[in-house]
């Protein structure tokens, strides 16, 4: 079965750091950029980080720029984002997706509607 299952979210106090996981499966893995996007209520999803196939080429929003980190393990089929000095306004539901698309094209924000594949979400709350 091809799907996106992410997990590893929760609440958090501003200041701190949770990793959110997204296992995949029934495809190849490693042939696929692979990006994190989110959605709070009310608001519009975006696109938060990106990386290739290879995990080498890594990129970020400037509003996570320095604080999240993107990385993937091709023997688990696993992506992962690294979330450090959580700010209140990280607080969203965070979904990983597929791209099909096998290139970055710099100084463009990336079209999330493109991903054709897309998980359940996790729910990242970031609060005191």
């Known amino acids: 079965q091809v799907q996106l299952v992410e997990s590893g979210g929760g609440s958090v106090q501003p200041g701190g750091s949770l990793r959110i996981s997204c296992e995949a499966s029934?495809?190849?893995?490693?042939?696929?950029?692979m990006a994190w996007v989110r959605q709070a209520p009310g608001k519009e999803r975006e696109w938060v980080s990106s990386?290739?196939?290879?995990?080498?080429?890594?990129y970020y929003s400037d509003s996570v720029t320095g604080r999240f980190t993107i990385s993937r393990d091709k023997a688990r089929n696993t992506m992962y984002l690294q979330m450090n000095n959580l700010k209140a306004e990280d607080t969203s539901r965070y979904f990983c997706?597929?791209?099909?698309?096998?290139?970055?094209?710099?100084?463009?924000?990336?079209?999330?509607?493109?991903?054709?594949?897309w998980g359940q979400g996790t729910q990242v709350t970031v609060s005191s």
């Open positions: 997706a597929r791209d099909p698309r096998g290139y970055w094209v710099y100084g463009l924000a990336p079209d999330t509607s493109r991903y054709d594949l």
């Open positions: 029934g495809f190849t893995f490693s042939n696929y950029y």
């Open positions: 990386i290739n196939g290879r995990g080498i080429n890594k």
